[in-house]
């Protein structure tokens, strides 16, 4: 059997798709979700669904019973977010789990970026436990610039600290396949793939292809990083979270962000989702 934490997020939510698409039986699917409730979708398809809280591990234990395969989705509640990786950790390894892949970050033991930490850190608990292990290195979604287009669009400019740095994005779906190939196939056991796009990007080509599409103008400002993290305090970001980003616009001028690997395109079979066409669909609703 195969278990997605995170499984009603949207990467797992994809990357449960990208497996059936896969043939693989949905019986043979396990979704590991905090509330059930927000699972029905994935029930109503035959995949079994398993309560797992990371803040309680031994419903992690129950829940990992019979699994051979663990994707462990990196959590996004940044509270103890190593001790909630480690309890899932722990039980994988209680549970018997002969493989266990893990969504990282690119350069995540090599990066100085803070959004690093937590990445690096697990991946090093993870090669302490002894489990079989696969890390999914994967870049910056091109979704982080979709997801607000509309606000973009009505003020004309995208803010950053990127300057003129090159990143490589893909898409979730690129990811979540990705995870689905490493999950179905051999081979893979104690690789860590540097995961991104086929094509790398600035800030200035994405505001220049949101505009050409949209038939809006639309211009990238680059600000120093401690003024792009007050301006998005300003926002209504939190503090935190604010210094987190505007830290990791620094990565892409480092080109921490950026990889030319081709692993990504390798583990799907087919080249990544261009900015180009991620705009359209995002654009298109």
Do not use: C
Not at 15 to 38: M, S
Not at 161 to 178: C, I
């Amino acid at each position: 059997m195969i278990a997605i934490t995170g499984a009603t997020g949207h990467l797992g939510r994809l990357t449960v798709q990208a497996l059936l698409q896969r043939g693989v039986p949905a019986g043979e699917l396990v979704a590991l979700v905090r509330n059930p409730d927000k699972a029905a979708d994935l029930a109503s398809q035959g995949i079994q669904i398993r309560q797992a809280d990371y803040h309680q591990p031994e419903s992690l234990s129950a829940a990992l019973q019979g699994v051979d395969k663990l994707l462990l989705i990196s959590t996004s509640d940044f509270q103890d977010r190593v001790g909630q990786h480690r309890h899932v950790v722990e039980a994988a390894k209680a549970a018997g789990v002969k493989l266990i892949a893990y969504t990282s970050i690119l350069g995540a033991d090599r990066t100085p970026m803070l959004l690093a930490n937590d990445h690096h850190a697990t991946e090093t608990l993870i090669r302490e436990s002894g489990l079989p292990y696969v890390f999914l290195r994967n870049g910056w979604y091109t979704e982080n610039y979709t997801g607000n287009l509309a606000q973009t669009l009505e003020q004309g400019v995208i803010l950053g600290a990127a300057a003129e740095g090159l990143f490589t994005p893909a898409t979730r779906q690129d990811y979540a396949e990705a995870a689905a190939a490493v999950l179905t196939s051999e081979g893979h056991e104690g690789q860590t793939y540097e995961l991104g796009g086929d094509a790398g990007v600035t800030m200035a080509d994405l505001a220049a292809e949101l505009g050409r599409q949209s038939g809006k103008t639309v211009r990238y400002q680059n600000l120093p990083p401690e003024e792009y993290a007050r301006t998005l305090t300003g926002f209504g970001v939190p503090e935190g979270m604010a210094g987190i980003l505007a830290d990791s616009d620094t990565g892409i001028v480092r080109g921490d962000l950026a990889t030319n690997s081709g692993d990504l395109r390798r583990l799907i079979g087919r080249p990544t989702t261009p900015l180009a066409d991620a705009l359209k669909a995002a654009l298109n609703g």
